[in-house]
């Protein structure tokens, strides 16, 4: 019954990402031609920029996510509910110290150093930077839902969250197109005030209805328990820092290296062949909080058939890369269509091939975390974060490699895990 109902999940999962996909693959020509190239990226960057802030929850999420799996598989709904009121009040808390924070730093920030960019002057991107900032902490509390859901076995809500977002998004723009100025401040309000406002009225329905026993109430915050979710978030915290440095700061370095266009044609590409390692993370995800509780009830002979069999689905995978690779500049041109951008064969090539190595390393990084055996993780998590920008350097200025270079470097660094991991 567990396996049926865990590949019902995979399956409306499945079917709403790809529906996410192509809305995805529908925003980037429309985003271009809403702001330019180079506002694109400036987007792309500024994202990134904040998206470091979520260091700050110290992997709260993740560590609420197993202890809550771990509560629900024992059916302790008064343990699920000072779980959920504790992470809620930290996370709260973290994000009024972040806008504090940001506020006080920002008046000596030069955004246009630290964008690379002319196009707008500093106070004007300053602006754009805090609005960015503001949508994000309030997405950084609400999203708390969707990591419930998560331990509820019920990742495919969130996915349909954000299916329901991109949508709106997607109409937004396309409505914009013609009625406003396209200003970059407008598509920051575009791309964040649709999860937001979704992602209240779903806590809002889930608290006062299906999981009223366990909707947070400041009298069920316990301080004993802060240590149960920040103690496994810490070790998450590692991980995720290793994500933010090898994913957010990609962009960063790029920007520095080669300016704003180079991150969107970098974008444009990885968009492209990462739809193979998100359907990985799909499957995996799904499977993350059943390993939880497969394992809390010593069920390891489950947990190791799903990874054999995850295996053998990342090789079917390879031809499919392959195939993407020879047709790659096809769909460009098709998917692009007047905001088309050269794209180097070479840069196609080295992001196939850390898709595939990382749609691999996805197994054993999700199967680690459904187990909570995240030691070795961490120290190569730390690894990857102190040899990866160094490599990236060194690849551009000593050896004259392009964006690739940068890419060779995330190349390497999953390598190091994929040693490590199995």
């Known amino acids: ?19 996410s996909l192509i809305i995805n693959f529908l925003l980037v020509p429309l985003t271009i031609s809403y702001v330019g190239v180079e ?4 987007w792309l960057v500024l994202s990134s920029i904040i998206a470091w802030f979520s260091m700050f929850d110290m992997g709260l999420g993740h560590g609420l996510r197993n202890r809550l799996s771990q509560s629900i598989a024992n059916s302790n709904l008064i343990l699920s509910r000072e779980y959920i009121s504790t992470a809620y009040l930290i ?51 609400l999203r708390l839902i969707t990591i419930i859901l998560t331990a509820n076995s019920l990742p495919i809500v969130s996915s349909a969250v954000n299916l329901v977002s991109n949508i709106v998004i997607l109409g937004m723009l396309y409505i914009a197109q013609d ?45 004993r328990h802060m240590h149960k979710i ?13 994500v933010l440095v090898i994913f957010q700061a990609t962009n960063i370095i790029i ?30 995800n799904v499977y993350w909080s059943e390993i939880t509780k497969a394992i809390e009830k010593d069920n390891l002979t489950w947990v190791k058939v799903i990874i054999r069999k995850m295996k053998i689905r990342w090789y079917y995978s390879i031809p499919i890369a392959i195939t993407m690779l020879i047709f790659s500049d096809i769909f460009y041109k098709i998917w692009l269509s007047d905001n088309y951008i050269a794209i180097p064969f070479v840069l196609s090539l080295t992001v196939c091939v850390f898709v595939l190595v990382a749609s691999l390393n996805s197994i054993y990084e999700y199967s680690l975390n459904g187990a909570g055996k995240l030691g070795i993780m961490m120290i190569s998590a730390v690894i990857s974060v102190v040899i990866y920008v160094p490599i990236a350097y060194v690849n551009v200025k000593i050896f004259g490699f392009g964006v690739e270079g940068v890419v060779l470097a995330m190349i390497l660094v999953q390598l190091i895990n994929l040693l490590v991991l199995p």
């Open 91 to 141: 996370i709260s808390l973290i994000s009024v110290f972040i806008i504090i924070l940001f506020l006080a730093l920002n008046n000596y920030l030069d955004w246009n150093l630290i964008l690379n960019t002319e196009i707008l002057n500093s106070s004007k991107l300053s602006e754009i930077a805090i609005l960015t900032v503001l949508f994000f902490c309030l997405q950084f509390v």
């Open 1 to 19: 019954l567990v396996n049926k109902q865990i590949k019902i999940q995979v399956l409306l999962s499945f079917g709403i990402k790809v529906l």
């Open 39 to 42: 506002s694109y990226g400036i």
């Open 230 to 242: 920040m103690g496994l978030g810490s070790k998450f915290f590692f991980l995720q820092l290793e």
């Open 179 to 223: 009625r406003l100025d396209h200003s970059l401040l407008q598509l920051v309000i575009i791309y964040s005030a649709p999860s937001a406002i979704l992602l209240f009225v779903l806590s809002v329905l889930l608290f006062s209805f299906k999981y009223r026993a366990m909707r947070p109430s400041i009298t069920h915050v316990k301080v």
């Open 255 to 284: 920007t520095q290296l080669f300016g704003l266009t180079e991150v969107a044609i970098f974008n444009i590409v990885y968009k492209y062949f990462g739809t193979i390692q998100i359907i990985f993370a799909i499957i995996m």
